[in-house]
């Protein structure tokens, strides 16, 4: 089963504006990890938030993380065109087995 | 240019064949990893493996085996391929065991005929 599911599932924006995709998970986590894809490539890891922490900076992103609602959301500040791309937020549980568990993805398009 | 190798990139198999999909990192990562990506779906894990010798069993293993023999190696090798198992496949491999993010390779696009 899924343990991060992401909303909205498809998002469309203009050059300049910002996007905000949410993720959410079932169960404890020790951190939650964002990555980008981009049509046809493997995943790039963008940015790592622990459970502890509830809100990271890098660059144009910026991730929150809320564990009493167990879910996090991302942000790009004025996006780029070549933001075009597939976002998936991942749990890494805090119990058993230690391997991420990814959502299905938003598909974020920036229009120029 | 270090990183996580798969080879190859793409592959059409028959069904009942047999094949081994390559993955390899030159980072001296301990945990490697084996996804699949089916359309519109986020990745399964299929099988991991925390270190030389040690493998274990993901979400989705049935219709794969596994092994690792030396820290940089880590194949995929599907028995006996089934349409089901066409997919696109990726390898992830991380310093540590559940505490940093993964570098992931480029995928082999599997077809099952």
């Known amino acids: 089963s899924q343990q991060g599911e992401e909303d909205p599932q498809a998002l469309s924006i203009q050059e300049g504006e910002n996007a905000t995709m949410n993720c959410s998970y079932k169960t404890s986590i020790n951190n939650l990890q964002w990555y980008r894809q981009n049509s046809g490539r493997g995943l790039v890891h963008l940015i790592l938030i622990r459970s502890n922490e509830r809100e990271k900076h890098s660059g144009r992103l910026r991730v929150t993380l809320d564990t009493s609602k167990k879910s996090s959301s991302l942000l790009i500040t004025a996006s780029r065109a070549a933001d075009t791309a597939s976002y998936f937020c991942?749990?890494?549980?805090?119990?058993?087995?230690?391997?991420?568990?990814f959502g299905s993805g938003t598909r974020l398009q920036v229009q120029p | 240019n270090a990183g996580v190798t798969q080879t190859p990139k793409f592959q059409v198999l028959k069904t009942g064949q047999s094949m081994t999909l390559q993955c390899a990192q030159d980072m001296n990562h301990e945990y490697m990893s084996w996804y699949r990506q089916d359309p519109g779906m986020g990745l399964r894990l299929i099988h991991y493996?925390?270190?030389?010798?040690?493998?274990d069993q993901g979400e989705v293993p049935n219709g794969y085996n596994v092994s690792r023999s030396t820290t940089e190696d880590f194949p995929l090798r599907l028995l006996s391929a089934a349409p089901s198992q066409t997919s696109v496949y990726f390898c992830a491999s991380s310093y540590t065991y559940g505490g940093d993010g993964y570098t992931f390779g480029s995928g082999t696009r599997l077809t099952v005929v």
């Open positions: 991942a749990a890494m549980m805090d119990t058993g087995r230690r391997a991420l568990t």
């Open positions: 493996s925390v270190g030389a010798g040690i493998t």
